[in-house]
């Protein structure tokens, strides 16, 4: 996940170098722990998809593309967060990494995360439900 932080950093224009799990800025590095690497979230939104389709009664196929998604979602919303905190370390200093990378900041991007996989998820339970037929 560091080696996705850095290439999202480059492309909004910031010289990251990354080895292995280090981010590296100009101003600072910062290393990407396994805890940050986003598979415990992406388990989480497994669990999370499962019983979504568990309690909309989706099938055994279409609760599998829940959890898939889920997954993509947790996984691919974590390279955002990461490149935020590498910059909050880099240049606005200790106390704004320790925010982001804290209670608050991960309540903020679990809050965002869980809003996005839900509408993402009802939209697809939506989408493979049976529509009623208007007379």
């Avoid at 010289?15 to 722990?33: H, M």
């Avoid at 396994?34 to 055994?60: K, R």
């Avoid at 679990?110 to 007379?135: E, R």
Wanted: aromatic residues 14%; proline residues 4%.
């Amino acid at each position: 996940m560091a080696w996705l932080g850095g290439v999202g950093l480059r492309l909004i224009g910031q010289a990251a170098e990354v080895n292995q799990t280090l981010i590296s800025l100009p101003a600072g590095t910062v290393r990407v722990d396994w805890g940050c690497s986003g598979y415990d979230l992406a388990c989480i939104a497994a669990v999370a998809s499962l019983l979504m389709g568990l309690y909309f009664n989706q099938s055994f196929w279409n609760t599998v593309a829940l959890i898939i998604v889920g997954i993509m979602l947790a996984l691919v919303a974590n390279i955002p967060r990461i490149m935020l905190m590498t910059m909050a370390a880099a240049y606005w200093g200790p106390e704004s990494f320790e925010f982001w990378h804290g209670f608050w900041g991960g309540q903020i991007f679990l809050t965002i995360l869980f809003t996005v996989h839900y509408y993402v998820v009802m939209a697809l339970i939506n989408k493979q439900s049976p529509q009623p037929k208007s007379h």
